[in-house]
């Protein structure tokens, strides 16, 4: 069983800075891409950043110049800091993640249960 659980949310100010985690747990042979995606209310989810196990990073144009997403891969962990909050930054964050839990098998997106992000003006 594959675990991915965030932290860092709450209530922030417009202007200030979050700072998520999400550390994956369980069976894990290895981690491919981790990423941030967000659902704000009565929207999509959407992406914010992916960073693959080397290669290019992407961000949303949304985010660009605003957030940087980092890697721990000795602790299954991936990072989301995130400057110059906007109101607009208000969503449900999830944390994804790619692993195999297996040398056979090809991967599976798993997802964390999301943390609340509220950016107040």
């Known amino acids: 069983q594959v675990q991915l659980v965030e932290s860092g949310g709450g209530l922030m100010q417009a202007g200030g800075s979050l700072r998520l985690s999400c550390a994956a747990s369980g069976r894990i042979f290895s981690i491919n891409a981790m990423g941030w995606y967000r659902q704000a209310p009565g929207k999509q989810r959407e992406l914010v950043a992916i960073?693959?196990?080397?290669?290019?990073?992407n961000y949303a144009d949304s985010v660009k110049g605003r957030a940087t997403i980092s890697r721990d891969n000795a602790k299954r962990t991936v990072f989301l800091q995130m400057n110059s909050l906007k109101p607009e930054d208000t969503a449900v964050y999830y944390c994804?993640?790619?692993?195999?839990?297996?040398?056979?098998?090809?991967?599976?997106?798993?997802w964390g249960k999301g943390t609340l992000v509220t950016v107040s003006s």
């Open positions: 960073i693959p196990n080397g290669g290019i990073i």
């Open positions: 994804n993640a790619r692993i195999r839990t297996d040398y056979l098998d090809y991967g599976m997106d798993y």
